[in-house]
């Protein structure tokens, strides 16, 4: 199973939802393959967030070898699974995606219709409480999202 997380800047959001993701399934003893991008090219090349990197540490994940990346039209072949931190994401995601693709291309809040864990919003204007808010957010999303991939 192959799964990429996007959210815009690819250095808040997306790299600490692929660093959970990643530990989940460790955790779990999963064979899931998770690589993050953003829309957007501002940080292309550049580390998390350090507030990201932070709230995760205090989790025990460490998402410091990971680079910021934009999202390709290959991505959507490549991956099983597509998924957005946010519905502005989806949009951008939808517009450029392949009309005929591999990929499921969804909300990872709501990655399922009887499931809503909501937009997970971008933390970047905010202090350290948004980032941990963040990952506890995704937390809840990620391990959901495992759980129902491997039932
Ligand atoms: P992310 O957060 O999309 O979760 O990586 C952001 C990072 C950078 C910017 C916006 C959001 N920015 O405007 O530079």
Redesign the pocket.
């Known amino acids: 199973m192959k799964v990429l997380t996007v959210?815009?800047?690819?250095?808040?959001?997306?790299p600490a939802a692929q660093g959970i993701l990643e530990h989940f399934a460790q955790q779990k003893g999963l064979d899931i393959s998770v690589d993050s991008a953003?829309t957007a090219a501002?940080?292309i090349g550049k580390l998390p967030?350090a507030r990201s990197i932070r709230a995760l540490k205090s989790a025990g994940i460490d998402i410091s070898h990971q680079r910021a990346r934009q999202v390709t039209l290959s991505d959507f072949d490549r991956f099983d699974w597509v998924v957005a931190?946010d519905a502005e994401n989806l949009v951008n995601l939808q517009r450029i995606k392949p009309a005929q693709c591999h990929a499921k291309v969804v909300m990872f809040g709501r990655y399922r219709d009887a499931v809503d864990f909501g937009e997970v919003g971008?933390?970047?204007y905010g202090g350290d409480q948004g980032f941990e808010d963040m990952r506890n957010q995704l937390m809840m999303i990620s391990n959901d999202f495992l759980d129902h991939l491997y039932d």
Not at 7 to 14: A, Y
Request: charged share 20%; aromatic share 12%.
């Open positions: 959210c815009l800047g690819n250095i808040c959001r997306s953003g501002y940080h967030d931190m971008d933390p970047y």
